[in-house]
């Protein structure tokens, strides 16, 4: 392909109901530009767990996904709080999420650890009461 | 394995059935879901206690071949109505996980 794709999704921050739903869409926009599928799984995990976060931490965001010749592009961005600490929510096991977002299944500290760990190269630009903005890509090799 | 030979055992109940003749590649456990994220392998089978929305996402992102709901965890009807929708396999189990999973390793898992 000579021309780079682009997808934009809106991600709710208010509804836990549709959270993940942005992930889901993109996985099947992949598969039908027959994306390899183990690079649809990278970006697949990396992409729920930013969503995830936009809607645990910053009321929702916009999630921009590039595809060109040589790779996925993911941008996460909101207005929420911003993270205080980047290096300490990197640590695998640390999070500030409350009991209520623990009782259902998140919280376990493994949300941007396993971003890094999926994505080729990853970004996160944060301001205190501005916002977040995750870039992370994917590479075909 | 497929899913509907699967649930063809009296240990397990079916709660919502989309596409019984997906093969079972093997069984993972896990309650956190950035765990199970991580972990879960396309096909397997995912025992769990988590019965809240969110684990549909996780089944159709990690394409898991059905959720075991253990412990009798009921899955409230609006969700059974998504997973329809999502054409994702729900059964239960009345058992813990690890009672559910050592039926399942009888089975040959």
């Known amino acids: 392909m000579s021309e780079e794709l682009k997808f934009t999704y809106n991600v709710d921050g ?3 109901n549709s959270a993940g ?16 599928p183990e690079i649809i799984r990278k970006v697949s995990i990396a992409m729920y767990e930013g ?11 916009t999630a921009d996904v590039f595809v060109d010749d040589e ?37 376990a500290g493994m949300g941007l650890p396993n971003m890094k760990r999926y994505t ?12 977040t903005t995750i870039t992370m890509h994917v590479k075909y090799q | 394995m497929t899913v509907n030979e699967l649930s063809n055992n009296d240990f397990l109940t079916p709660v919502v059935i989309c596409d019984a003749g997906v093969e079972i590649s093997g069984v993972y456990i896990g309650d956190l879901l950035s765990w199970v994220m991580n972990t879960l392998q396309e096909g397997q089978l995912w025992v769990t ?15 898991a071949s059905a959720i075991i709901l253990a412990e009798g965890v009921k899955l409230p009807e ?16 009345t058992m813990p996980a690890y009672e559910t999973a050592k039926k399942l390793s009888m089975l040959g898992f």
């Open chain 2, 78 to 93: 609006d969700i059974q109505e998504t997973a329809k929708a999502k054409g994702i396999n729900v059964l239960s189990s």
């Open chain 1, 14 to 16: 208010e509804d836990f």
């Open chain 1, 21 to 36: 739903q942005a992930s889901v869409s993109v996985k099947k926009n992949l598969r039908q530009l027959g994306i390899d």
């Open chain 1, 51 to 61: 969503e995830i976060n936009m809607v645990i931490h910053a009321h929702g965001g």
């Open chain 1, 120 to 131: 080729d190269y990853m970004n996160i630009e944060s301001q205190i009461g501005e916002g």
């Open chain 2, 49 to 63: 206690i988590m019965s809240n929305i969110n684990i549909l996402a996780v089944a159709s992102l990690k394409e």
């Open chain 1, 71 to 107: 790779k996925i592009g993911i941008v996460l961005s909101d207005k929420g709080p911003g993270i205080a600490d980047i290096s300490k929510a990197m640590q695998e096991g640390y999070s500030t999420a409350t009991d209520t977002v623990r009782a259902l299944g998140f919280g």
